[in-house]
């Protein structure tokens, strides 16, 4: 089985920080971003240092001064629920209501949760509020708003995994930590992304969630597609045809053309990286609750190595219970 993998290089999450307003702008409607630029022969970028916390910061504040991340906090949504309110609902009551794409909100209590060697922080979710994707431009690198064309069910939920103190390090697990969705481009472009955190190492200084603790770390991010997708084509990873008959222009004149059709016929599940960063902004400590923002930057979908991947920044919320062991 062919694999590869990429990663969003931590450079790359770096400038956001310089074009910001651009992210706010979008495009026009109707303007044509251009194509990102062809994917080198060699796949394979700088993995991102993960020496302590240094860009933890950066995307963060990138967030903050976007006023989205403070946005989010004060914009509860109208139907703000906890924890302890969804666990009494029926199926029927949830069923059609989009509160299952909903992360639970947390109710301020005490000043701390502490975390002791051996937790697990569980039931831990992630709703996206904001997507934009990155597109190259003659001025460098610029995010686009999008229109989120998924429905209700790009949110993770019920993920968990262990946690320990010093710095606080949480390693996921388990759970639906993938949410396969798509974005609209304001010229009509599609971008499907594997929304993931999978095998996410979070860290933070520290041995305790308060408002205010930032800790982040780096992702999976599997193909959007598994190896038993088959193209319109009829081609595939290890199922379907090995390639497709009749397209003769392309291959008659054994030079232009021959890469693209090379990398729709040999498909390969690639294996990108990505990282996100979190801030607590509430906790609960007599359940044990945290809530708070999220920033993540992830590769799209490449169409089984047909495509080069663009960057998704994606903010939102997340909400996770400490249970100490
Ligand atoms: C936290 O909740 C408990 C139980 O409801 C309550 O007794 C306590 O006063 C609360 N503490 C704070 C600081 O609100």
Redesign the pocket.
């Known amino acids: 089985m062919a694999r590869r993998s990429f990663a969003v290089p931590v450079a790359a999450a770096l400038a956001v920080v310089g074009v910001g307003s651009c992210f706010l702008t979008g495009l026009p409607h109707g303007s044509q971003p251009p194509r990102a630029a062809p994917p080198s022969a060699e796949r394979e970028v700088p993995q991102p240092s993960m020496e302590g916390n240094s860009w933890t910061a950066p995307l963060l504040s990138f967030g903050a001064a976007l006023g989205l991340i403070f946005g989010l906090v004060a914009a509860q949504p109208a139907r703000a629920i906890t924890a302890e309110q969804f666990s009494q609902l029926t199926y029927a009551q949830v069923k059609g209501s989009g509160l299952a794409n909903r992360c639970p909100t947390v109710e ?3 000043s701390e949760v502490p975390v002791k060697g051996g937790s697990r922080l569980v039931n831990v979710c992630f709703e996206p509020k904001s997507f934009a994707v990155e597109f190259e431009t003659d001025k460098g690198k610029e995010f686009s708003t999008t229109k989120l064309m998924t429905r209700e069910t790009y949110t993770l939920a019920f993920i968990e995994g262990s946690l320990d103190a010093n710095p606080i390090t949480f390693k996921e697990q388990d759970g639906m930590d993938f949410a396969a969705t798509t974005v609209k481009l304001p010229d009509g472009e599609y971008v499907p992304f594997l929304f993931t955190v999978k095998e996410l190492v979070a860290k933070g200084e520290g041995s305790s969630f308060k408002p205010g603790f930032t800790w982040g770390g780096e992702f999976s991010v599997p193909s959007y597609r598994t190896g038993g997708f088959l193209d319109p084509k009829g081609r595939g990873m290890y199922l379907g045809y090995d390639q497709a008959v009749a397209l003769p222009a392309m291959q008659s004149d054994g030079q232009s053309g021959q890469e693209e059709l090379f990398k729709e016929t040999n498909k390969v599940f690639d294996i990108g990286k990505g990282v996100i960063e979190m801030e607590v902004s509430k906790v609960n ?2 359940l044990g609750e945290i809530g708070g923002v999220f920033v993540s930057k992830q590769p799209s979908d490449t169409d089984m190595g047909a495509k080069a991947p663009r960057t998704v920044l994606l903010k939102g919320i997340f909400y996770g219970k400490v249970v100490n062991a």
């Open positions: 301020s209590n005490g400590q007599e």
